[in-house]
């Protein structure tokens, strides 16, 4: 794990009215992708559904598999580790500095194939 990733996962979310502990968020599995977590950073309901940001871990040797957001558009930081990205059947190497600008309903897709790999993940409106 990595520094940046290290302050993400042990580190704070300051809103106006309160402090979150990131450590005292629970990782939450997947609904449909095996090996893949996620920390719910923003929530949905702490941004009127505008927004949300997420931690997410993909575990070597699983993947995001081929998905789209309806009526979302999503900002992805590649955070931590190396992987494969498909974006729109464009191919391109996830790796620390590179972020993806995924419009609604475009088809992509993350692979973890040698060792772990950290994003962070914003959705406009709120995935949750």
């Known amino acids: 794990m990595n520094e940046t990733v290290?302050?993400?996962?042990?580190?704070?979310?300051?809103?106006?009215?309160?402090?979150l502990?990131?450590?005292?968020?629970?990782?939450?599995?997947?609904?449909?992708f095996t090996g893949v977590f996620l920390k719910h950073l923003v929530r949905g309901d702490s941004s009127d559904g505008k927004f949300s940001c997420h931690l997410i871990r993909i575990k070597d040797g699983f993947e995001i598999g081929e998905h789209v957001h309806d009526g979302k558009w999503e900002f992805i930081n590649i955070v931590g580790?190396?992987?494969?990205?498909?974006?729109?059947?464009?191919?391109?190497?996830?790796e620390l500095?590179?972020?993806?600008?995924?419009?609604?309903?475009?088809?992509?897709?993350?692979?973890?194939?040698?060792?772990?790999?950290?994003?962070?993940?914003?959705f406009i409106p709120a995935l949750l």
Do not use: M
Request: glycine residues 12%; aromatic residues 6%.
């Open 97 to 122: 500095g590179v972020s993806l600008v995924v419009p609604e309903n475009v088809n992509h897709r993350i692979v973890a194939d040698s060792g772990d790999v950290y994003l962070l993940a914003k």
């Open 81 to 94: 580790g190396v992987g494969k990205g498909e974006i729109a059947g464009k191919k391109f190497t996830c």
């Open 6 to 19: 290290r302050g993400l996962s042990e580190g704070k979310v300051v809103y106006t009215d309160q402090d």
């Open 21 to 32: 502990d990131v450590t005292e968020l629970d990782w939450h599995p997947h609904a449909s």
